[in-house]
C-alpha cells in the first residue's frame, strides 16, 4: 500500500467534500493571481520607464500652468557639449476627445523634432519618422486607443480639445505603438497645435513638461539638481523628477490601485487558510478511529504523520492548480483592454504569480495539516479504537 | 412544527472549531466588503453628492471641467438676462461668476504634494452656493484673504486659521486664512476659496473659469438651460448636481472593479460554508432521522440547517463589521483625471454599507447550506437509525 494509493483513496473517500475545499481555494487564488499579475504588470511598466533614463521639468506650482517654451533652449544650454542630454521635448496637454465621445483620450502636443529620440524606444522605422517629420497633422497613436476607436495607420481623424481654446483639429496617423506605458496615449505634434493656437489668439506657446533624455543615471540627477537651480527664484520655478516619480502622482488617480491589489491579496491568502484549516479538521475527527488501525498494524508515527500532512497539501496543490489554470486560459483570450486606463495592452498572468501561488497554497496546505498530523501522532491507539466513530 | 433557535445556537457550539473557522472565513469577506464599499461609497458622495438641484452650472461649450474651462466677459454679461435666474435681496440676479485655478500643497499624511482647486467667489457666491457655512470670519472682499474647505484643512499642510497660503501664478501673493467652511460634505470641502478679483489678479487671468445661476426652482432648468446653449450665448449649460455626477464615473470604475472581486471571493466562501455544513449534516444524520421519527415534517429540518447557516453568517457578519471599524473615518484624497486636482474624502461605515454586508453574508451562509440541507431532508429514516 504505497502513501499514493492512500492519498487518493482517501480524497475520494468524501469527493464532494474534496471538490467544494478546492473550489473553495481555486476561486480566492484566481483572484490572487491576477491581482499580483496586475502589481507585477505595473511594476514593469515602471522598471521599463526607467531604463529609459528619461527626467520631466514641470512649473513647481501646478503641472497645469504651462512653462514657456524657450525654457527648452536654456535647458539645453545648461548642457551645451550634450554631454549629459540626449535630447529635450516639450510636450503640451491636448485633452483631445473624439466628437460626443464620452472619456477623454490622453493627448499630448509634443516637439516633432526631438519626439522620435526621446521616446526612441517606440521603435521607429525609417518610414515612420518620416512622415511623422513630413506631415503637420500627423500623430501617433496608443494601441488602446486606435482598437477602442477602430483607427489604422493612414487614417484621417478629428479630435475636439477641451482646454482653451477648443481646437478642433484634423490628424493623420503616422504611427500605431504597443509598447508598454505609451498603449492609452496619442502623440501630435505641438508646432501644428500652437500654430492653431495662435489663429485663435493665444499667442503663449508653452509647454506642460519638458522630457529630457539623459545619457546615464549619474548625468540625470545631475541635471535634476542643475535644473531646478538654475530657475530657482525666476518666474518659471521648475520641479525636475524621474518618469516614475512623475508617473507616480497621476497613479493616485485610482486611489492606489497597487497597494489596493496587494490588500487583496493578503486577504485572499487568509481565507484560503481557513478554508483548508477547517477541511483538514473535519476529515482528520472523521477518520480518528481509522488512523487508530493504521498506527494497530504497524504504521510508525512519522509514515501516519506523513499521510494526514500530504492529503492536506495534496488538496491545496490541486485546488490553487485548479484555480490559477483557467484564469491565465481567460486572461490571455480577453486582455484588459476594457480597463482602458491601465497603461498596459494585455494582462498576462506572470510566472512569477503562480510560482508564488503555489509556494502559498504548499505552506497553507502544511500549516492546516500540521495540526491533525499531531494529533494523529499523539493518538492513543487504544481508546481511539474504542471510540465509536 | 417547527424546531426552537435554541436547538440551532446549541449545534453550533458541537464543532466549536469548525463552526470557528467558517465564521473567520465570512467575516474576512464581509470586512473586506465594508472597507472597500465604504472607500468607494466615500469617494463617490465626496463628488457625487455636490450641487444644488436648482443651480445651473455655465460652461464653455468645448470645456469638461471648471478648471478648463473659460467664460469671456462678453458672454458672462449676457448670464445675467437668464430666464428663471433667481432675485437677491440687492435686486441682482444671483449669477455668480468663479474663476478656479489650482495650486500645490503637501498631505499632512506623507508632504507628498496635491493639486487642491482654488475657487475665487464673490459675495454672491455665498448666496448662490448656500449650503456654505463659514466657522471662524468670512474674508473680506479687496483682501488677500482666504477661507479653506473642512476636508482640505483636515488632509493638506499649512491650512488652519492664522496660516499664510501661498497662491497665484508664481505663488507670491499670500493669503490669510481666516475661516474654514463646511458644505455639506460635498467637494466644495476640499477647495480654498479667495475674493474673485484678489484670485484674478493673483493668477493674471482677464477671464472666468464658470458661472453658477441659482434659479426660481428647478423646474426652470430645461428653459434656463436652452437660453445658455442657444444662439444668443452659445456656452454650455448642465445642472450643478449632474456635473458632479459626471465627475463621480471615474470612482465608480473603481468600485466596479473591487465589487468584481469580492463577489468571486464571496463564492469561495460560499463553498467553504457549504463544507462545513455537509459535515455537520453528515455528523447529524441519526439525530435527524430520530427528528423525523418524533413528527418533525422535511421543511422543518431543511429550516433548521439554514438557520444554523444564517446563524454563522450573522455572526460572522458581526465580527467583520467590528473588524472593519478602525477603517472607519480615514481621510484620503484622489486625483480626478477630469479636473486634475484632488477631492478629500472619508471612509465612513454607514448603516447602509453594513446591512448590505449582512445581507451578503447572510446570501452566502444560505446558499452554501442549500445543497446539505436538502441532503438533510431526505435522509432515510429507517437506515439512519440503525447505522452505528
Known amino acids: 500500500m504505497t502513501l499514493g494509493y492512500v492519498l487518493l483513496q482517501n480524497l475520494r473517500r468524501n469527493p464532494l467534500r474534496s471538490g467544494l475545499t478546492m473550489v473553495a481555494f481555486a476561486l480566492p487564488m484566481a483572484v490572487f493571481v491576477v491581482g499580483i499579475s496586475l502589481v507585477l504588470a505595473l511594476q514593469q511598466v515602471s522598471k521599463a520607464n526607467e531604463a529609459e533614463l528619461r527626467l520631466a521639468v514641470q512649473n513647481r506650482i501646478a503641472l497645469v500652468n504651462a512653462l514657456p517654451e524657450r525654457l527648452r533652449r536654456e535647458i539645453e544650454a545648461l548642457d551645451p557639449e550634450k554631454k549629459r542630454i540626449v535630447a529635450v521635448c516639450g510636450f503640451r496637454w491636448f485633452g483631445g476627445r473624439v466628437p460626443n465621445a464620452k472619456s477623454g483620450i490622453q493627448s499630448l502636443g509634443v516637439d516633432p523634432d526631438t519626439f522620435p529620440i526621446v521616446y526612441r524606444e517606440l521603435r521607429w522605422t525609417e518610414e515612420e519618422e518620416l512622415n511623422w517629420q513630413r506631415d503637420r497633422r500627423a500623430a501617433v497613436v496608443g494601441s488602446n486607443v486606435a482598437a477602442q476607436y477602430g483607427w ?30 505609451r498603449v492609452n496615449g496619442m502623440y501630435l505634434r505641438r508646432d501644428y497645435f500652437e500654430e492653431s493656437r495662435a489663429e485663435r489668439g493665444f499667442r503663449t506657446p508653452g509647454c506642460n513638461v519638458f522630457w529630457l533624455r539623459c545619457t546615464s543615471i549619474e548625468a540625470m540627477r545631475e541635471m535634476q539638481s542643475l535644473i531646478d537651480g538654475h530657475f530657482a527664484n525666476s518666474p518659471n520655478e521648475t520641479r525636475t523628477m524621474d518618469e516614475n516619480a512623475f508617473a507616480a502622482s497621476f497613479t493616485e488617480a485610482l486611489g492606489n490601485l497597487p497597494g489596493l491589489m496587494q490588500g487583496i491579496a493578503l486577504v485572499v491568502v487568509f481565507i484560503v487558510a481557513l478554508v483548508a484549516g477547517n477541511t483538514m479538521m473535519m476529515s482528520f475527527r472523521e477518520r480518528t478511529r481509522e488512523l487508530a488501525v493504521f498506527k494497530a498494524i504497524g504504521f510508525s508515527n512519522r509514515r501516519v504523520f506523513g499521510v494526514v500532512l500530504a492529503e492536506s497539501v495534496l488538496l491545496a496543490l490541486v485546488g490553487a492548480a485548479a484555480g490559477i489554470a483557467p484564469t491565465a486560459a481567460v486572461l490571455s483570450a480577453v486582455g484588459v483592454r ?13 510566472p512569477t504569480a503562480i510560482v508564488v501561488a ?32 | 412544527m417547527t424546531l426552537p433557535l435554541y436547538y440551532n445556537w446549541r449545534n453550533l457550539f458541537v464543532r466549536k472549531l469548525t463552526t470557528l473557522l467558517t465564521v473567520a472565513v465570512i467575516a474576512v469577506v464581509v470586512a473586506a466588503l465594508i472597507v472597500l464599499l465604504s472607500f468607494g461609497t466615500g469617494m463617490q458622495r465626496s463628488v457625487g453628492g455636490s450641487g444644488h438641484p436648482a443651480n445651473l452650472l455655465v460652461l464653455n461649450a468645448g470645456a469638461t471641467a471648471e478648471s478648463t474651462s473659460l467664460i469671456w466677459p462678453e458672454d458672462a454679461r449676457l448670464l445675467v438676462q437668464t430666464p428663471g435666474a433667481a432675485v437677491g435681496p440687492d435686486g441682482q440676479p444671483l449669477v455668480s461668476l ?20 482654488v475657487r475665487g467667489v464673490d459675495d454672491v457666491g455665498f448666496l448662490v452656493h448656500d449650503q456654505v457655512q463659514v466657522r471662524g470670519r468670512m474674508f473680506t472682499q479687496g483682501a488677500r484673504e482666504a477661507i479653506v474647505g473642512r476636508a482640505a484643512q483636515s488632509l493638506y499642510r499649512g491650512l488652519n486659521v492664522g496660516d499664510r497660503v501661498a497662491l497665484g501664478r508664481s505663488r507670491s501673493h499670500e493669503y490669510e486664512i481666516v475661516g474654514v467652511f463646511e458644505s455639506a460634505g460635498s467637494a466644495f470641502e476640499s477647495e480654498i476659496w479667495a475674493p474673485r478679483t484678489m484670485i484674478a489678479d493673483s493668477y493674471q487671468r482677464r477671464f472666468d473659469s464658470s458661472a453658477v445661476i441659482r434659479l426660481d426652482n428647478a423646474d426652470r432648468m430645461a428653459a434656463a438651460a436652452d437660453y445658455v446653449n442657444g444662439p444668443a450665448v452659445r456656452l454650455k449649460a448642465t445642472s450643478e448636481p449632474e456635473y458632479y455626477r459626471q465627475l463621480s464615473d471615474q470612482s465608480q470604475q473603481v468600485v466596479y472593479l473591487v465589487l468584481g472581486l469580492v463577489i468571486i471571493m464571496a463564492t469561495g466562501a460560499v463553498f467553504a460554508v457549504a463544507n462545513t455544513m455537509y459535515a455537520a449534516v453528515d455528523g447529524r444524520r441519526r439525530e435527524i432521522a430520530m427528528l423525523r421519527t418524533l413528527g418533525f415534517s422535511r421543511l422543518a429540518i431543511v429550516a433548521a440547517f439554514l438557520v ?19 477603517f472607519s473615518g480615514l481621510r484620503r484624497d484622489f486625483l480626478s483625471n477630469v479636473t486634475h486636482s484632488v477631492t478629500g474624502f472619508e471612509i465612513v461605515i454607514t448603516p447602509g454599507i453594513c446591512l448590505a454586508a449582512l445581507a451578503a453574508a447572510l446570501l452566502v451562509g444560505v446558499i452554501g447550506a442549500a445543497a446539505p440541507s436538502a441532503r438533510a431532508a431526505r435522509t432515510p429514516i429507517v437506515r439512519a437509525l440503525r447505522r452505528g
Open chain 1, 358 to 389: 503555489m509556494c502559498i497554497a504548499l505552506s497553507v496546505g502544511v500549516a492546516a495539516g500540521l495540526v491533525p498530523a499531531w494529533q494523529a501522532i499523539r493518538l492513543n491507539t487504544v481508546s481511539a479504537l474504542r471510540r465509536v466513530g
Open chain 2, 98 to 117: 468663479e474663476v478656479v485655478v489650482q495650486t500645490d500643497v503637501r498631505r499632512l499624511r506623507d508632504s507628498s504634494s496635491a493639486n487642491v482647486a
Open chain 1, 338 to 350: 476594457t480597463v482602458g486606463f491601465l497603461p498596459i495592452t494585455s494582462l498576462s498572468v506572470s
Open chain 1, 152 to 181: 489604422r495607420v493612414g487614417d484621417r481623424v478629428t479630435l475636439e480639445s477641451t482646454v482653451p481654446p477648443y481646437l478642433a483639429l484634423e490628424f493623420v496617423i503616422v504611427k500605431i505603438t504597443d509598447v508598454t506605458g
Open chain 2, 308 to 326: 444554523e447557516a444564517a446563524m454563522i453568517a450573522g455572526l460572522a457578519c458581526l465580527v467583520g463589521i467590528a473588524a472593519s471599524l478602525p
